[in-house]
């Protein structure tokens, strides 16, 4: 295996350290507004997007834009809050389905105004458009990478 050359390592942890510093404004935007975290939206717009306005929670899983090791968990807060509900799966009574509820979708609305505000201060500012799909063509070679 041939060792990364210091371009490589420079790269990876400016993106580290981006995606870290980026995300937290972007959390501390929405907590000072009164607003769940980003993983509350993250599943409450995956389920919005989806039939119905429901998925399963291994769909729910491969949606969203953060570690699900935690989202039995997530799911069970947001269902206490009357934000989705678990309804069984058609023909299945061993799985489920998440649905969002007009709650869920209420907070999902209210809170992307600023959470696209966000972006756009911390991020969407920073970078024209040619730089961010530059950076959008870059990043796709990454995630492509994942399934080879």
Do not use: C
């Amino acid at each position: 295996m041939q060792e990364p050359s210091a371009a490589i390592i420079k790269a990876w942890g400016r993106l580290i350290r981006a995606e870290r510093t980026v995300v937290g404004r972007i959390e501390a935007e929405l907590k000072s507004a009164g607003f769940p975290s980003l993983h509350w939206y993250d599943v409450l717009l995956e389920l919005k997007r989806g039939p119905d306005g429901r998925l399963t929670p291994r769909e729910i899983e491969a949606a969203v834009l953060f570690e699900q090791y935690n989202l039995s968990r997530l799911l069970d807060r947001m269902e206490a809050e009357g934000l989705v509900r678990r309804i069984p799966f058609p023909g299945d009574k061993r799985r489920q389905l998440v649905e969002i509820t007009e709650a869920g979708r209420s907070l999902q609305e209210r809170m992307w105004p600023v959470y696209g505000g966000a972006i756009s201060r911390f991020f969407g500012e920073k970078l024209g458009e040619k730089e961010a799909g530059q950076l959008s063509g870059l990043l796709l070679k990454l995630l492509q990478a994942e399934n080879t």
